[in-house]
């Protein structure tokens, strides 16, 4: 604890306000208690920040009981409860809404800095765990020590201390803390870890953990400078949301996987925990493949869809797409194109249809593609796939999850919307009762 309480004296200056995440638990009490001392030296304000995961009977005790320390020990106290979860992934989304909550009290008080208790056996175990599910390089890292957020950093400044000297230094100093038990069940996998390798590695090596901290600063070090240059080459192959895969496939090989990289971690933000190799492998197979239009599934509903030379990723609901609605005057469609019913026009293009209602069967309808639709076609004799008429027209697979097909109520399809017209299209000079406008 004492390189911890060093590197903050140096670190902190007068005025500065600083939001505390705690559990209540031995390493968040350790951190606070230690900031309290370093108060007595400098005039630096506290807010403790506590959030109540709510899966446990004993939370609403624990917070009480922090709530009331806090008030004998002249610091400001700040809590939440999480009334809801929504991801299968329980520990990522109350990760996600813990940091949520800390940087709204970092704004709300000007805070210069955000710090968390997590200690070296907590970075060792992060590194170890990574290697082993695989992760990015800056993922290799664990976490870091000093993140610079732009109008604040997030710290951890027990990163120099192992869970015995912050057990060592709360019995020292008789301070109190709680326990959760569920950090003891080996069926989490960080568990394991700390109680299996951990010990192995500090028989092997007491200050272990001093080498896990060097190896993450140096991984750090390399990671922002390639980062700077992935950067530069990212704004080339990367515009409007969609990668060039022309472009991506001229850079370099490291290059292209910290491209990507980078790319997955503008779209996940902090679910990134949830891609590992085997995801990121799937991407860089469907990017060199000969298929021009294909697709994949990752974590938390993310399609990767390959249109040709462009690649994108999309939140992808199932059902949300698809839709069936009765074209009676005017519809706005999903893929936020019209079709209105108009009284004449000059125009005689794809985008307008000409139907006589004596050879359908109304109403009209506008729905999504299905499995096998077919619609014959103005001038032959034949049917033709209404999917292979999108694929022919280099229509990108994401928007034909969405392209607009007109039907009678026999289900014909009688015109495909700025693509196709079927047989029952008339040409202006034939008689017909309905226009339809695409636009």
Request: aromatic share 10%.
């Amino acid at each position: 604890m004492k390189q911890a309480y060093e590197y903050l004296i140096k670190l902190l200056k007068e005025k500065d306000i600083i939001v505390v995440g705690v559990s209540g638990g031995p390493d968040s009490m350790a951190l606070l208690y230690l900031l309290k001392e370093i108060r007595k030296r400098l005039d630096i304000s506290l807010v403790c920040s506590h959030v109540n995961h709510n899966v446990r009977k004993e939370s609403f005790q624990e917070k009480e009981f922090l709530e009331d320390w806090c008030h004998k020990n002249d610091i400001l106290f700040e809590s939440m409860v999480i009334e809801k979860y929504g991801d299968d992934n329980f520990h990522n989304e109350a990760r996600s809404i813990r940091y949520h909550y800390f940087e709204s009290l970092v704004e709300k008080y000007h805070a210069n800095y955000l710090m968390t208790a997590h200690h070296g056996d907590d970075l060792m175990e992060t590194i170890l765990m990574r290697l082993t599910r695989g992760s990015t390089l800056k993922g290799y890292g664990g976490f870091y020590q000093d993140i610079d957020k732009g109008n604040y950093h997030i710290i951890r400044p027990l990163v120099y201390a192992t869970k015995q000297e912050i057990e060592e230094y709360n019995q020292k100093n008789k301070i109190p803390y709680v326990l959760d038990q569920s950090n003891k069940k080996d069926k989490y996998t960080r568990n394991r870890y700390r109680k299996v390798v951990l010990p192995f590695l500090k028989k092997e090596d007491p200050n272990v953990h001093q080498k896990f901290l060097k190896f993450s600063t140096i991984i750090k070090k390399y990671d922002e400078y390639i980062d700077n240059q992935a950067n530069k080459a990212f704004a080339k192959v990367y515009m409007n949301n969609q990668l060039s895969i022309s472009k991506y496939l001229e850079l370099e090989p490291l290059l292209q996987d910290k491209v990507l990289y980078n790319l997955l971690e503008s779209v996940y933000m902090d679910d990134v925990i949830l891609v590992n190799d085997k995801h990121i492998n799937l991407v860089k197979k469907m990017i060199v493949s000969n298929k021009k239009n294909t697709y994949i599934y990752l974590p938390n509903d993310i399609k990767v869809v390959k249109s040709y030379d462009i690649l994108e990723f999309v939140h992808d609901i199932e059902n949300d797409d698809n839709y069936n609605m009765e074209l009676i005057d005017y519809a706005i469609l999903p893929n936020g194109k019209h079709l209105e019913v108009i009284d004449s026009t000059d125009l005689n293009g794809n985008d307008i249809c000409r139907l006589s209602s004596s050879d359908i069967v109304l109403p009209l309808y506008v729905r999504t593609r299905k499995h096998g639709d077919k619609i014959a076609l103005k001038g032959t004799n034949g049917h033709k796939k209404v999917k292979d008429i999108l694929i022919d027209s280099k229509i990108p697979m994401k928007d034909r999850e969405l392209w607009p097909i007109v039907v009678d109520s026999k289900d014909t399809v009688v015109w495909i919307p700025g693509l196709k017209k079927s047989k029952f299209n008339k040409p202006k000079q034939e008689k017909c009762d309905i226009i339809v406008k695409y636009y």
